[in-house]
């Protein structure tokens, strides 16, 4: 092997790397612009998704060095005043002079956009990072930028402010160790809120950590002196390991399955494990960057999987005649991660979220072909099991095609009709319309009375409903609580949902503010997440907040919705006579209040706060439903136990 070939740790896949990393590696493709201007094109938004990508961006540079051999840990710590610092052992910015610009190529690097060594200029083979543009971004978006390079045995410092150096590149003492140092203050001009959210970083470093098996990543809050927070990521096992944590409170179906291949430039891992659950949790990077929307690895994948399994089936004559599974048969119950490292990656769709190099489909379906049919006939046991769970996956399957047959025969929903418990609105236009999903018939009676009919709908429940978590879709149509919330919606569910069909696109669940309404809120959101799930993608699924006090004094009267809330507004209410008696009463449940009261507080969308249901995180949204609504107490009681010191109700 030559001194310039390294080995790309846990692939098996061969890459050139010139190990001197120098400014001949750095191309320039245009010039630092804009960006100030529309920084939305570089980083998203300017909303706290934008605030936190500027962490990325820096983090992806120190993991592209990890990628190419020569970085083992990575730290990134939230100072006081909500500066990030990034710290690397990689192998140093180079600091010697850049031939295309006559400029040392660390100024490059901070102050020229499409700048970098992921050009073609034999830094990188592969990289993740926002195609290269991370550094000067990041520093045209900062109040104030510092980078240290140790190089050399020399450290090099140098400053700037809004993209314009400060302070050029100078020595500022000697090292022994290589790496890079960057400090940054996310600028308060370009963002909406600058202060960093400690769970979405430490959720983005794991991943990290999991993809890049043997990298050390730490992360530190230190804003809080008397409570510092601080985590320490190093997964050997990479994404097997990251399958463990998916699958951490729910019953696995033999161990987990490895398999992992690379072709030319491409490499392959995928890591996959069963459970004895009902829904399938499949999540895909290539060059280390998350593609929610998928793509082709996804494709080949599936592909691959649902043919293997299949001819296994027919093989050892677990499937009879012409039984056969269908894809969804074949993931229902998989956990499943799959990630790819590639050369020119190709992302596609509005938000550049799938993967389009055809390639790479055929790289993984040969991964999976070969691999998966080795395992399955060297563990006949799971594989029989595996076998088995499709089966019934596709008996439920073909249930669940009956009994929706069934329940439109008797309910006449090809004719439109509407549940008896449905007072519609008299708008038609989707975009104008809501509904709220009321519990009980007195405060579905209030709502009516006191809704704006013209766009408001009112569907009332009655009772605890079921718990899809612990029901296949043949339960669901069959359910006598959750099917009117289905006819009225009209998109259908799981499968054959189309949102194309929804009729309303703010959906509210409107319950007590109380235990029980926490509960009902819970398990009408897991109904969502499991069989409507774009309903939450595309934002339509909100909470309303009704009040918790109602404060009167003399013929004066408010209402609270917190307890802070409550005593500023007693304070006004009082004045400059601290011994006025106010009356502070606490609402019961919405149906105590008159309708009038209702709309005042809950329903009127000048007036009314509500909160948008959202889903940052898909895998931890899973394991929130699966320890709170699973068959599992222990895990729930613990969740409880951690979280109870946080919540006086508790919300999703």
């Known amino acids: 092997m030559t001194p310039e070939t390294e080995i790309m740790e846990n692939t098996g896949i061969t890459q050139k ?66 500066t990030i610092t990034v710290t690397d052992n990689g192998r140093g910015i180079p600091v010697d002079i850049q031939e295309q610009t006559g400029k040392s190529a660390l100024e490059v690097v901070f102050t020229v956009l499409h700048a970098g060594g992921k050009f073609g200029g034999g830094g990188y083979k592969v990289s993740g990072g926002l195609h290269g543009v991370g550094a000067s971004v990041v520093n045209a978006l900062s109040e104030w930028l510092e980078v240290q390079v140790h190089k050399g045995g020399k450290i090099y410092e140098m400053k700037f402010a809004r993209g314009a150096i400060t302070s050029p590149i100078t020595v500022v003492g000697t090292t022994d160790r290589t790496g890079t140092t960057v400090t940054f203050k996310p600028d308060p001009e370009m963002f909406d809120d600058t202060v960093y959210d400690y769970e979405i970083l430490h959720k983005r470093m794991r991943e990290q950590a999991f993809l890049n098996a043997g990298l050390r990543i730490s992360i530190a809050d230190d804003r809080d002196a008397e409570n510092p927070q601080s985590d320490v990521m190093h997964y050997e096992g990479g994404i097997r390991e990251y399958v463990d944590y998916l699958n951490q409170n729910k019953a696995p179906i033999g161990d987990v399955i490895y398999m992992s291949g690379g072709r030319d430039d491409s490499v392959a891992e995928i890591a996959m494990q069963y459970n004895d659950g009902y829904n399938e949790m499949l999540v895909s990077f290539a060059n280390n960057i998350h593609t929610p929307e998928g793509g082709m690895h996804e494709t080949g994948f599936k592909t691959a999987l649902t043919r293997v399994l299949n001819a296994y089936g027919v093989k050892f004559n677990l499937l009879k005649g012409e039984e056969r599974l269908s894809g969804d048969d074949c993931r229902e119950g998989l956990s499943a991660v799959i990630s790819v490292k ?18 790479i489909r055929t790289l993984v379906d040969s991964i999976v072909d070969e691999q998966l049919e080795i395992y399955l006939e060297e563990n006949p046991a799971v594989a029989k099991s595996i076998i088995e769970k499709g089966m019934m996956a596709s008996r439920a399957r073909e249930a669940a095609r009956k009994a929706r047959e069934s329940v439109r025969r008797k309910t006449g929903l090809e004719s439109g009709q509407m549940p008896d418990k449905l007072q519609d609105c008299n708008e038609r236009d989707p975009g104008l319309c809501e509904i ?70 703010k959906i509210i669940i409107m319950a007590d503010a109380d235990v029980d309404g926490s509960h009902i809120r819970t398990l009408l959101l897991t109904f969502f997440f499991r069989y409507m799930r774009p309903l939450i993608e595309n934002g339509y699924v909100y909470s309303a907040v009704p009040p918790l006090y109602k404060l009167t004094r003399g013929k004066t009267q408010r209402v609270a919705y917190s307890d802070a809330e409550r005593d500023k507004i007693s304070a006004e209410l009082r004045g400059d006579n601290p011994n006025a008696k106010i009356d502070i009463s606490r609402y019961k449940g919405l149906g105590e209040m008159d309708p009038h009261e209702l709309w005042e507080t809950t329903m009127d969308p000048e007036k009314r706060t509500l909160r948008r249901i959202t889903l940052d995180d898909a895998v931890l949204a899973d394991q929130i439903f699966n320890v709170l609504m699973g068959e599992d107490v222990e895990p729930r009681r613990e969740w409880i136990e951690q979280n109870a010191r946080y919540v006086v109700n508790l919300d999703i």
């Open 17 to 82: 790397v010139t190990a001197d990393y120098d400014a001949s590696q750095i191309q320039v493709l245009e010039g630092l612009e804009a960006v100030r201007k529309r920084p939305g094109m570089y980083i998203g938004s300017t909303s706290s998704s934008g605030l936190h990508h500027l962490v990325y961006e820096i983090v992806d540079n120190s993991i592209d060095e990890a990628l190419a051999g020569y970085c083992t840990d990575i730290s990134v710590t939230i100072n006081p005043g909500n």
């Open 342 to 359: 590639l050369t020119n990656a190709q992302f596609e769709g509005q938000t550049k979220q799938k993967l389009g190099n055809s390639e």
């Open 436 to 505: 709220y999903i009321v519990e009980g018939d007195s405060a579905a009676g209030s709502a009516i009375q006191g809704r704006d009919s013209r766009f408001q709908a009112i569907l009332a429940m009655w009772g605890k409903m079921l718990n899809v978590e612990k029901a296949r879709a043949d339960k669901i149509y069959g359910n006598d609580k959750l099917y009117p919330l289905i006819v009225a919606l009209g998109a259908g569910i799981g499968e054959e949902f189309n949102i194309e069909k929804l009729r309303y696109h």
